[in-house]
């Protein structure tokens, strides 16, 4: 059941979900027959109370905290240095900002240390990471990154050599603790990817700003309710 998708999760699949999992053969022999079966009528009695309590339960969790995933928008991106050496070894500087909302009134994120890398179409052109942070309620915080690369390795027909205007996509790649309440989740991944960022190099000791406006980011993250630790 994943917590953040839109749809309230489905009972129906949940029980046959639970009953064809403890469904157990029955023993033969006639008294021990029915004793088995009045047995086994109850264990399917009670099973089928318990996730009908647990589903109402998730559901009610569900209404009341309304959980929705942090977003994540770049706001700027500078690059100081981005040039392939005649011998085609890349160095690069970037540094940029990302604006981090948690848009629940009721649920925390708790944030890991952040990888960050910058890739043009397929290569990796710098890396750099962000803090750990915390993010209350309804709370938005602006993160600084700098991302870069000295002397990688580029192939020697690559684009990046000669392009005036590249595609950049920036990755976020992280673990994510989720409060509600009292209720803490195990750290799950998070990964976020942001696209639509064209850059052109800076020339000699210019700084190069890349237009953000069409960036749109995209975060993956999927929380099963029964990984939850109280
Ligand atoms: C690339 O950057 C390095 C470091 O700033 C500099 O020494 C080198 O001259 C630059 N090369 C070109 C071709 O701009
Ligand atoms: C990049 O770093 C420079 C120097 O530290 C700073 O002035 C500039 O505002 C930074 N740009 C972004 C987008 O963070
Ligand atoms: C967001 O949370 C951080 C860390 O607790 C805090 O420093 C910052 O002031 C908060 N920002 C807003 C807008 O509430």
Redesign the pocket.
């Known amino acids: 059941m994943d917590f953040f998708a839109t749809a309230a999760p489905s009972p129906l699949s949940l029980a046959l979900y639970f009953s064809s999992h403890h469904h157990r053969p029955q023993p033969h022999g006639n008294s021990r027959r029915s004793c088995c079966c009045r047995f086994c009528l109850w264990l399917t009695f009670i099973l089928l109370i318990l996730i009908i309590l647990a589903v109402v339960a998730g559901g009610i969790l569900y209404v009341i905290y309304r959980p929705h995933r942090p977003s994540f928008t770049v706001s700027s991106l500078q690059i100081s240095?981005f040039?392939?050496?005649?011998s085609y070894h890349l160095?690069s500087r970037f540094n940029f900002t990302v604006t981090a909302r948690n848009p629940n009134k009721k649920i925390e994120f708790d944030f890991n240390p952040v990888s960050v890398s910058i890739d043009s179409k397929g290569s990796d052109v710098g890396d750099g990471s962000i803090p750990a942070f915390v993010m209350p309620k309804k709370n938005t915080t602006k993160l600084k990154a700098v991302v870069a690369t000295s002397g990688r390795s580029v192939d020697d027909n690559s684009d990046l050599k000669n392009k005036k205007s590249l595609p950049l996509s920036i990755h976020l790649d992280t673990k994510i603790k989720v409060k509600i309440g009292s209720l803490k989740t195990k750290r799950v991944p998070v990964r976020v990817i942001c696209n639509g960022i064209r850059f052109t190099a800076p020339v000699?000791k210019t700084v190069a700003t890349a237009s953000t406006s069409g960036v749109k980011c995209k975060a993956d993250l999927s929380i099963k309710i029964w990984k939850w630790t109280v």
């Open positions: 240095q040039n392939v050496t005649s160095n000699g």
